[in-house]
């Protein structure tokens, strides 16, 4: 028995010598590091020896017997998430008995739609109007906010799931999978759709410009894909182009206008102007906001509790009695999540006369939004870090918070907003932004655990149910400002928005898990045959796009649009038929 017990010594220590010496070749933190070793399970679900085997994947656990899979969910290193707050795999296989997996994963489907409606709200009404205030305070122009700032805001859920999927080797498929497929599905769906919807002429240099830009970014990544990794210096070159991409549109737009006015100080009278390359679009001079007849006639002070409990309503009654039915359950289902937000996140709003200073509820924003802060951070592992092993650190926010809440709120006054109130559009910049996080996290998270279930890879999860949750918001926009009257601006967006989420989720993703693991470079496993047809896809999309719409002399013709509908459905069908073995190529990338 001694005799046994020194060979399984010596097995275990040699294993574990291996798997340091991989590690630091590699040069990277692998899933294993670190993590406790547990018994290897064969398909029967029987234990048969006490070494882990490093090649062993969370998906076998559905090829075990019904009574072996908690226990192999609780002790497989793959089957680990790295942040979140839930642990879903141990909720199918551990929490709900077998008999019960359809209700596990209706519950698990609601959740995650709940989580993109999240993730759509806090974006829009939240984190943009910041960013928007802040690109204000810095007297940027609309061109440099809109490729910047804004389009940040826009692309915000796509960039922060890319981020998250990024941060662990296991689900890296899952941000390829998202930014490819979005691309693929914002391309051909959406700026096809918006040809069927009202034919237009497009803006001609800036849509060259954007889809130039785009195939070289995606290019890239293909490029990235095939040589298994992304260095430093190619983490820096993505953000280095997008840098080049925003001086272009600046210098681009700068010349068009300087042009613009040589050309009226020259012409002759009654000589029409050429706008066919304008990246502007006029505003209907008849918009106003609804709410201003409503003002009343007569100016009254409002208490401090009566603007605290309007503060923090997130339904407009007068809205509510005119909207349709649709809109009233869609705002039934966001209530909690607008509520919420309107407690931990301030929003400053720079068209309004005060700045949308609320005197009580942005004092509750210093004291909770910090506390928010130190939560969401790592999935609030620094939160609950005990400082000399006596005091939390989310206690120390609290009674710091709180101090700072008491002095603003009694030397300040409702009706005058203090001349630091800026700050706040940074502090809800950062509290907005880690609710994202944290949404986006728990997506992943959720994506992944069915990925386990139904055995599909993560590259086929990111380009259908991740792209579709974070590309609808965008898509429904787009349609609404085509149907309004503003199709070029639509079609616009659809080339010029997904560069962001492309350069700035690898680039950033991968300088992120380069500074986290202390390594030199991201190793990239892209998911067989599947994530080629995908980059392969989104290739031919774009190169479709640039010879057809010049041929069209830029008025984009509704049989365009349906060639492009045309284009992702059978794109669709074969990535599925792909990721399920029918069809099947050797080739040398698997």
Known sequence: MAGRQLYLHRVLSLLCVGLLMVATVSGARGPFTGAHIGPQFSASGVNQTPMEDVNIQ?????????????????????????????????GIFCHFPPNLLPLAITLYAFWLLYLFLILGVTAAKFFC??????????????????????????????????????????TAGLAFGA????????TTVVAGGIA?????????????????????????????????????????????????????????????RWQRRRSLVYSMPGTPEILSD????????????????YRPLLFYQETTAQILAQALNPLDYRKWRIKSAYWRALKVFKLPVEFLLLLTVPVVDPDKEDGNWKRPLNCLHLAISPLVLVLTLQSGAYGVYDIGGLVPVWAVVVIVGTAVAAVTFFATSNSEPPRFHWLFAFLGFLTSALWINAAATEVVNILRSLGVVFRLSNTVLGLTLLAWGNSIGDAFSDFTLARQGYPRMAFSACFGGIILNLLVGVGLGCLLQISRSHAAEVKLEPDGLLVWVLAG??????????????????????????????????????????????????TAFE
Request: glycine residues 8%; proline residues 4%.
């Open 278 to 293: 304008s990246e502007e679009e006029p505003v209907s001079s008849n918009s106003y906001d609804y709410s201003e007849e």
């Open 129 to 170: 109007p910041n960013l928007s205030a802040i690109s204000t305070m810095f007297k940027l122009s609309h061109n440099v906010a809109g490729v910047t700032f804004l389009a940040f805001g826009n692309g915000a859920p796509d960039i922060f799931s890319a981020l998250v999927a990024f941060s662990d080797p296991r």
């Open 537 to 586: 896809a989104l290739g031919l999309s774009l190169v479709c796009s640039l010879v057809s719409v010049p041929l069209q002399c830029f008025q984009p013709s509704r049989v365009y649009g349906f060639c492009l509908l045309l284009f992702y459905a059978n794109f669709l069908v074969v990535a599925l038929l792909t990721e399920f073995g029918v069809i099947h190529l050797k």
């Open 196 to 256: 069927i919807l009202r034919p237009f002429t497009a803006a001609s240099r800036p849509f060259l410009r954007d889809i130039v830009f785009y195939m070289v970014a995606v290019f890239l990544t293909f490029t990235a894909l095939y040589l298994g990794r992304v260095t430093l210096a190619w983490a820096l070159g993505y953000l280095g182009l997008y840098v080049f991409y925003v001086v272009t549109v600046v210098l681009g737009t700068w010349i068009y």
């Open 58 to 90: 969370c998906r076998d656990v559905c090829g075990l017997n019904v009574s072996a899979r908690c226990d192999f969910i609780r002790t497989t290193p793959d089957c680990r998430s790295k942040g979140g707050y839930l642990n879903y795999l141990e």
């Open 179 to 186: 930014l490819f497929g979005a691309g693929v599905l914002v």
